[in-house]
């Protein structure tokens, strides 16, 4: 994330220096996805057509004559040059100064703001997923919700970016966001205050002796490394290997492409993790995982909803399809391309989307999204109105027959997880692990990947 909380869901790959003939690379391979490349000539394409021309020369004239205020050039093209890439798709942009600075924040998971990522869609502000701990997720925003005023202020469809760098903003200073949730009709008003926001990307503790619990908020950087660190410590406290794991993805909005290769890498023995493919032969690229597995083969069980988008996908696709964690959940966000930085100067240049990618089975899930191995509905679970029956087994009744190992101690039932309590699909991804642990065979030492 940044301080100007971006507009899209980003996966940066330099995915356009000479590799066209090289074989698959490795995913231990140096790839510095945050490198901006320099644009090739393009291809040779039919000449422009002189009605088009025409058509921007004429509409551009009338502009600057008849608009009501005076408009400078500089101003005219550079809305040109953004119309020109937000009528691509939407996550190419012309990034400035400012932009650019707040690009290299993504990678560093520090920055002022409300903790949220947002998506322009259709002229709207939607909400792609709130971060872990933030004044946004504190305040009951979700995955789906739509701002439509800033402030007592309509969100405008043709000024979304202004409304974007708003929700930035000195730490403490007040903001109110009116937000639509998902699937009601009438938005709320919803008082926050901006923060420093300091995202640690990976994160876990136990469930139950033997089940860990992992979480990644949004991939940066350093999340591969700490995703090991945090591991390494279960395993301690543990004092043994880990029986299994669920990996939590839901409302993960991406990040960069190679920490979710680096993260993939970390659960796989072999096989392919991801692959790119675009227009330009350069950007075909296959990253396949090495050996050594921090989990030694322990089962896993994935967590996924509408808000996994990008480089969770990416995560979530490659163990799918290598047949290494089982997906529950639901579908997700959808969002399958990638983005590469083409610098143009020293402090401008475009995001454009160069390329698709494909999970290990071929699929790309643009639009379509992963589906679930297990769908989960969107519920939560709640304490049961009434007490329980003082008849619960056989030893409850009058007069029963002694049991051999019977005893005289009253059984305690065991404290319950307040997580698994207020936490539906937590609590089902734990009971479908049990599960697969039950088959699995007793797990050596966890080997790391040097």
Do not use: W
């Amino acid at each position: 994330m940044s301080k100007r909380l971006l507009s899209t869901v980003l996966i940066m790959c330099a995915c356009l220096p000479a590799l066209a003939d090289e074989p698959p690379v490795d995913a231990k391979a140096p790839v510095d996805s945050t490198t901006t490349v320099e644009p090739k000539a393009a291809a040779k394409n039919a000449p422009l057509d002189l009605a088009d021309i025409r058509a921007f020369t004429a509409v551009y004239s009338l502009v600057k004559q008849a608009y009501v205020d005076d408009v400078d050039d500089h101003r005219l093209m550079q809305s040109a040059i953004r119309g020109l890439l937000g009528g691509l798709d939407p996550h190419s942009e012309y990034l400035g100064k400012e932009q650019m600075e707040d690009l290299t924040e993504d990678t560093t998971g520090s920055y002022a703001g409300l903790g949220i990522e947002v998506l322009q869609v259709d002229g709207s502000l939607k909400v792609i997923a709130p971060i872990d701990d933030s004044p946004a997720e504190r305040a009951g925003i979700k995955a789906g919700d739509t701002i439509v005023r800033i402030d007592g202020k309509p969100v405008q469809a043709d000024d979304v970016d202004s409304a974007i760098a708003q929700l930035r903003g000195k730490p403490g200073s007040p903001i109110t966001l009116s937000v639509l949730h998902d699937r009601q009709t009438v938005p709320v008003d919803i008082p926050l205050k901006r923060e420093v926001i300091r995202v640690a990307s990976a994160a876990g503790r136990m469930l139950e002796p033997g089940f860990a619990y992992l979480r990644i908020s949004q991939f940066q950087a350093e999340t591969g490394g700490q995703l090991r660190k945090r591991i390494e410590r279960l395993v301690a406290e543990n004092k043994a290997p880990l029986r299994g794991a669920v990996l939590d993805l839901r409302s993960n909005p991406g990040g960069l492409l190679t920490a979710a290769i680096e993260v993939g890498d970390e659960f796989l023995e072999g096989g392919v993790i991801v692959s790119t493919r675009g227009r330009v032969k350069d950007s075909e690229m296959t990253f396949r995982a090495t050996p050594g597995d921090l989990l030694a083969g322990a089962p896993m069980v994935v967590l996924v909803d509408n808000g996994t988008a990008s480089a969770a996908e990416i995560v979530a696709g490659a163990l799918k399809d290598n047949h290494r964690a089982l997906l529950m959940g639901r579908r997700t966000f959808g969002k399958g391309s990638v983005q590469t930085v083409l610098p143009l100067d020293a402090e401008h240049a475009v995001k454009l989307t160069t390329a698709r990618y494909y999970t290990p089975s071929g699929v790309s899930i643009q639009a379509a999204g992963i589906e679930p191995d297990i769908g989960l509905a969107d519920l939560a679970l709640s304490q049961r109105e009434s007490e329980p029956s003082l008849v619960v087994g056989e030893r409850d009744l009058r007069n029963h027959l002694k049991g051999a190992n019977e005893g005289n101690a009253v059984e305690t039932p065991p404290a319950a997880n307040r997580d698994l309590q207020r936490d539906y699909a937590l609590n089902e991804a734990l009971n479908a692990l049990k599960a697969l642990a039950l088959r699995a065979p007793p797990a050596p030492g966890a080997p790391g990947k040097g």
